[in-house]
Nanobody, 121 residues
Framework: QVQVMESGGGLVQAGGSLRLSCVAS????????MGWYRQAPGEQRELVAR???????AYADSVKGRFTISRDSAKNTVYLQMSSLKPEDTAVYYC???????????????WGQGTQVTVSS
């Protein structure tokens, strides 16, 4: 009932910038939480940034001051502006929405398929 699609990944040089975007569509009653995660090869998926319904954003220590999460609630869209990229930022980036669907009071997590971000030195 809900589809999630990321875009904006690619190959950049260290120090460069990328802007990721992610759109949720379908029979969505409300979105309570939006977030970005990443997973490098051989590593566990980690939270990068989140934008909960209260508007108080949070970031992993490794990206503070470099990444900015924002949202457009009317468009069910979340963005991740990444600046001063480092090789260690290389990973597959996933967006996640916590969604309440029409006809249900249960909240579900929906994930995008991921977009590759590669930062070269």
């Amino acid at each position: 009932q809900v589809q999630v699609m990321e875009s904006g990944g690619g190959l950049v040089q260290a120090g460069g910038s990328l802007r990721l975007s992610c759109v949720a569509s379908g029979r969505i009653f409300s979105i309570d939480d939006m977030g970005w995660y990443r997973q490098a090869p051989g590593e566990q998926r980690e939270l990068v940034a989140r934008f909960p319904s209260d508007g108080i954003t949070a970031y992993a220590d490794s990206v503070k001051g470099r990444f900015t999460i924002s949202r457009d609630s009317a468009k069910n869209t979340v963005y991740l502006q990444m600046s001063s990229l480092k090789p260690e930022d290389t990973a597959v980036y996933y967006c996640k929405f916590r969604v309440m669907r029409y006809g249900s009071r249960v909240r579900y997590d929906y994930w995008g398929q991921g977009t590759q971000v590669t930062v070269s030195s």
